[in-house]
């Protein structure tokens, strides 16, 4: 999954209008809303330096968040105070650019506001703590010489002992199991890279005064997070409850404010079970075309069977990435910019407990440290044999290529590239859509097999590939599912973890891992909602172009105005505003 922060929420005044409405106004004008634009993000940036350093802003180097009660309550106060300000803006005198950048700051001032309030993610949420002293980006990217970037990590974890006296403060007594127990994992996770992986990244310091004062703070903060995961275990796991469902009203806030979506969860709901039956339809068709005298799941788990050992995952993850590069420069599917910088390697030991593969972009503003990350979670040593086999499964020789279309090209790297390239302003390079990001690397993945990759001409080839292609949708369909019926309809996470069993056909390993993800990321259904919303804006699209149409129009267009709400897009793309509210 892109590491965007996914902040972008459709704005309570401003979803479903299509025209500029007057309001009382305190701001009026170009000039003075990028005025008032400016100063949140100064404040914005300046309690989240990580995330300033992750966007390359490094005048953040080495500075935290504040976690205790009293700072939270002044941020909180904070967005409350610009969410009124952008209430009171008239918008009627922005030009259509500000207006549309308008709409993307107060919507993320909103999802601020949601995740402070709704989804509990200082009181009710340890995993927020648990990996709060991420030091990663100062070893991964070379953004400044390495002794100020230990000087750095140094700041980072002397305050580590200051991130888990709050996290202590300000959790509830009782917290939900799943995020406990994640909790824990990130925790130790965390704890075993800073004790190996950045020693050994560290190792050619040769400043001893300095490699002295890391290795007091390494402690500090070593021990600090291993107590924490005691803590957790001794304090927390044992009155933990399953009540991590946010119920319904809050599911209906987090559609609204995330993507503009007006539809209830129940519809939503019966849009993707019916979108389950016709992929798994489209699944089984190809599975007969590869072997017609087996049932389908069997044909998919023998292509299963058809990976690369623990050793090889990686290795052969990269063969194909530069033919995948290829093939969009070839076929004219996308403009492909020149300059790329692209590294495949493991997920990180402190990220594996979340993630299968993911896409790690340096920050829009970096301008040194430029290279981009595709990770993918190898087999943990530990596991039984059949969870080893489980895990392997999902990395068939055809799935591979799918994820790598998805993380890679030209799903989440091509995202980035384009953003880069783009005339994209300031607000739209810092916040993004969470359907629009993840739809946007979900759709590619079913656009590269209606284009051919792959096979050229190979009726059965072809085939694997639609059956792998087909897989991965049933998963994101299966999230969809899951998600709504965990926090509206009461699913358990056993019951989770064998839908995922029953229409994914994969093992109980990463079933349960997907099921685990959706107690805590209820917003992973957005997966399949911005794929489908993209597939709707270019059927419309493609009507109004006529002859004009081509598939690398359509998809530069699709991303070269920042990462917005799919129906702000629309807005853009579309000349008829009749249209514009009909997304999905």
Same mark, same amino acid.
């Given at each position: 999954m892109k590491?965007?922060?996914?902040?972008i929420?459709?704005s309570l005044?401003f979803?479903?209008?299509d025209?500029?409405?007057?309001?009382?106004s305190?701001?009026s004008g170009?000039?003075?809303f990028q005025?008032?634009?400016?100063d949140?993000l100064t404040?914005?940036l300046?309690?989240?330096p990580a995330n300033g350093?992750?966007?390359g802003?490094?005048?953040y180097d080495?500075k935290v968040?504040d976690l205790s009660k009293?700072?939270l309550?002044?941020?909180?106060?904070?967005l409350k105070?610009?969410?009124?300000?952008?209430?009171?803006?008239?918008?009627t005198s922005?030009?259509a650019?500000?207006f549309?950048?308008f709409?993307?700051?107060h919507?993320?001032?909103?999802n601020?506001?949601?995740?402070f309030?709704?989804?509990?993610?200082y009181?009710?949420?340890p995993?927020t703590?648990a990996g709060?002293?991420d030091i990663s980006?100062?070893?991964?990217?070379?953004f $400044?010489?390495?002794?100020?970037?230990? !000087?750095?990590? *140094?700041?980072?974890e002397?305050?580590a002992?200051?991130?888990?006296a709050? #996290?202590?403060a300000?959790l509830k007594d009782t917290?939900?199991k799943?995020y406990v127990?994640t909790a824990?994992q990130?925790a130790?996770g965390t704890?075993?890279?800073?004790?190996?992986?950045l020693?050994?990244?560290l190792?050619d310091v040769?400043?001893d005064t300095?490699?002295?004062?890391?290795n007091?703070?390494?402690k500090?903060?070593?021990?600090a997070?291993n107590g924490y995961?005691?803590?957790?275990q001794?304090e927390?796991l044992?009155?933990?409850n399953n009540k991590?469902?946010i119920?319904e009203a809050?599911?209906k806030k987090?559609?609204?404010?995330?993507?503009?979506?007006?539809l209830?969860?129940?519809k939503?709901l019966?849009?993707?079970?019916a979108?389950l039956k016709k992929?798994?339809?489209?699944?089984?068709a190809a $599975?007969?075309?590869i072997?017609?005298n !087996?049932k389908? *799941?069997?044909?998919?788990?023998?292509?299963q069977?058809?990976?690369?050992? #623990?050793e090889?995952?990686?290795?052969?993850?990269k063969?194909?990435?530069?033919a995948i590069?290829?093939?969009?420069?070839?076929k004219?599917?996308?403009?492909?910019?020149?300059?790329?910088?692209?590294?495949?390697?493991?997920?990180?030991q402190?990220?594996r407990?979340?993630?299968?593969a993911?896409?790690?972009?340096?920050g829009?503003?970096e301008?040194?440290?430029?290279?981009a990350?595709y990770?993918?979670?190898p087999?943990?040593?530990?596991w039984?044999p059949?969870?080893?086999?489980?895990?392997?499964?999902?990395?068939?020789?055809?799935?591979?290529?799918?994820?790598?279309?998805h993380e890679?090209?030209?799903?989440?790297?091509?995202?980035?590239?384009?953003?880069n390239?783009?005339?994209?302003?300031?607000?739209?390079k810092?916040f993004?859509s969470y359907?629009y990001?993840?739809g946007?690397a979900h759709?590619?993945?079913?656009?590269?097999?209606?284009e051919?990759?792959?096979?050229?001409?190979?009726?059965v080839l072809a085939a694997?590939?639609?059956l792998a292609?087909?897989g991965?949708?049933l998963?994101?369909?299966?999230?969809l599912c899951?998600?709504?019926k965990?926090?509206c309809?009461g699913m358990?996470?056993k019951d989770g973890?064998?839908f995922?069993?029953?229409?994914?056909y994969?093992?109980?390993?990463p079933?349960?891992?997907e099921?685990l993800r959706?107690t805590?990321?209820?917003?992973y259904l957005?997966?399949t909602?911005?794929?489908l919303?993209?597939l709707k804006?270019?059927?419309?699209?493609?009507?109004?172009?006529?002859a004009?149409?081509?598939?690398?129009k359509?998809?530069?267009e699709?991303?070269n105005?920042?990462?917005?709400q799919i129906?702000l897009l629309?807005?853009?793309?579309l000349?008829d505003?009749s249209t514009?509210?009909?997304?999905l």
């Amino acid at each position: 999954m892109k590491k965007f922060s996914f902040l972008i929420v459709a704005s309570l005044l401003f979803v479903g209008c299509d025209e500029h409405k007057p309001a009382q106004s305190s701001v009026s004008g170009d000039a003075a809303f990028q005025k008032l634009a400016d100063d949140y993000l100064t404040g914005y940036l300046a309690w989240r330096p990580a995330n300033g350093v992750a966007l390359g802003y490094h005048q953040y180097d080495g500075k935290v968040t504040d976690l205790s009660k009293e700072s939270l309550g002044k941020e909180l106060g904070r967005l409350k105070d610009y969410d009124q300000k952008l209430t009171a803006t008239d918008t009627t005198s922005l030009s259509a650019k500000a207006f549309y950048d308008f709409r993307i700051l107060h919507s993320a001032i909103k999802n601020e506001i949601f995740t402070f309030e709704d989804m509990g993610t200082y009181d009710r949420n340890p995993m927020t703590y648990a990996g709060a002293v991420d030091i990663s980006i100062y070893i991964k990217r070379d953004f $400044a010489p390495l002794e100020d970037r230990v !000087k750095s990590i *140094i700041a980072i974890e002397k305050n580590a002992p200051n991130v888990f006296a709050a #996290a202590k403060a300000n959790l509830k007594d009782t917290l939900a199991k799943p995020y406990v127990e994640t909790a824990i994992q990130i925790a130790q996770g965390t704890a075993d890279f800073l004790n190996h992986d950045l020693k050994i990244a560290l190792k050619d310091v040769k400043n001893d005064t300095l490699m002295k004062a890391f290795n007091a703070a390494n402690k500090t903060a070593v021990d600090a997070i291993n107590g924490y995961a005691a803590w957790l275990q001794k304090e927390k796991l044992p009155k933990a409850n399953n009540k991590y469902a946010i119920g319904e009203a809050s599911y209906k806030k987090m559609l609204l404010y995330s993507e503009g979506v007006t539809l209830s969860p129940e519809k939503i709901l019966e849009i993707g079970l019916a979108e389950l039956k016709k992929q798994q339809a489209v699944f089984n068709a190809a $599975a007969k075309t590869i072997n017609p005298n !087996k049932k389908p *799941i069997d044909v998919y788990h023998d292509l299963q069977k058809d990976h690369p050992t #623990a050793e090889a995952l990686i290795p052969d993850a990269k063969k194909n990435v530069e033919a995948i590069r290829k093939f969009l420069t070839d076929k004219s599917i996308v403009t492909m910019p020149a300059n790329v910088n692209l590294k495949v390697t493991e997920t990180p030991q402190y990220a594996r407990a979340t993630s299968t593969a993911s896409n790690d972009d340096p920050g829009p503003f970096e301008t040194k440290a430029t290279e981009a990350f595709y990770y993918i979670t190898p087999v943990d040593p530990k596991w039984t044999p059949q969870q080893k086999e489980d895990w392997l499964a999902q990395f068939d020789y055809y799935t591979t290529d799918n994820i790598t279309i998805h993380e890679a090209y030209p799903g989440h790297y091509t995202q980035f590239l384009h953003l880069n390239a783009s005339g994209a302003t300031r607000i739209e390079k810092i916040f993004g859509s969470y359907a629009y990001i993840e739809g946007w690397a979900h759709y590619c993945e079913q656009m590269m097999a209606d284009e051919g990759y792959g096979h050229n001409g190979d009726t059965v080839l072809a085939a694997k590939y639609r059956l792998a292609q087909t897989g991965d949708a049933l998963l994101r369909l299966c999230r969809l599912c899951v998600s709504i019926k965990t926090h509206c309809q009461g699913m358990n996470l056993k019951d989770g973890t064998q839908f995922f069993m029953d229409n994914w056909y994969q093992g109980e390993k990463p079933s349960y891992q997907e099921a685990l993800r959706g107690t805590f990321d209820p917003g992973y259904l957005f997966y399949t909602i911005g794929k489908l919303e993209i597939l709707k804006l270019r059927d419309d699209y493609k009507k109004q172009e006529g002859a004009n149409f081509s598939l690398k129009k359509f998809h530069d267009e699709v991303l070269n105005h920042g990462m917005p709400q799919i129906r702000l897009l629309r807005e853009v793309m579309l000349k008829d505003s009749s249209t514009w509210k009909d997304a999905l």
